[in-house]
C-alpha cells in the first residue's frame, strides 16, 4: 500500500522507538514538494492510468509519488459514485 500511494513506513518496536520516526517525518514534510499534473488523455474513462515522477536536476533527489490514477469523471458533491461498466 505505502509503495502504492508514493508514502514512506516505519515500524517502530516500542515507544523508545518513536522520536527517531517523528523526526525523520518532520524532515520529510520539510522538504516535501506538491506537483500538478495535467493528462494528455482527458477521457475520464474509468482506466487506470501510470505516473512516473523523475527529478533529473539532481540525482541524489528521490521522489516518492503514488503510481498512478483512475480517471473517473468529475461528480458533482454529494452523489455517489456510479458502478463501472468493465
Same mark, same amino acid.
Given at each position: 500500500?505505502?509503495?502504492?500511494?508514493?508514502?514512506?513506513?516505519?515500524?517502530?518496536?516500542?515507544?523508545?522507538?518513536?522520536?527517531?520516526?517523528?523526526?525523520?517525518?518532520?524532515?520529510?514534510?520539510?522538504?516535501?514538494?506538491?506537483? =500538478?499534473?495535467?493528462?494528455?488523455?482527458? &477521457? #475520464?474513462?474509468?482506466?487506470?492510468?501510470?505516473?512516473? *515522477? /523523475?527529478?533529473? =536536476?539532481?540525482?541524489?533527489?528521490?521522489? &516518492? #509519488?503514488?503510481?498512478?490514477?483512475?480517471?473517473?469523471? *468529475? /461528480?458533482?458533491?454529494?452523489?455517489?459514485?456510479?458502478?463501472?461498466?468493465?
Amino acid at each position: 500500500l505505502a509503495r502504492e500511494t508514493g508514502v514512506r513506513s516505519f515500524f517502530p518496536l516500542g515507544a523508545v522507538e518513536l522520536s527517531p520516526v517523528y523526526g525523520a517525518i518532520g524532515r520529510e514534510l520539510d522538504a516535501q514538494y506538491s506537483l =500538478a499534473y495535467a493528462p494528455s488523455d482527458p &477521457r #475520464a474513462d474509468g482506466r487506470f492510468r501510470r505516473i512516473e *515522477v /523523475r527529478v533529473t =536536476a539532481d540525482p541524489s533527489f528521490r521522489s &516518492r #509519488a503514488r503510481s498512478g490514477y483512475v480517471a473517473e469523471p *468529475v /461528480r458533482p458533491l454529494g452523489l455517489a459514485p456510479a458502478p463501472l461498466m468493465r
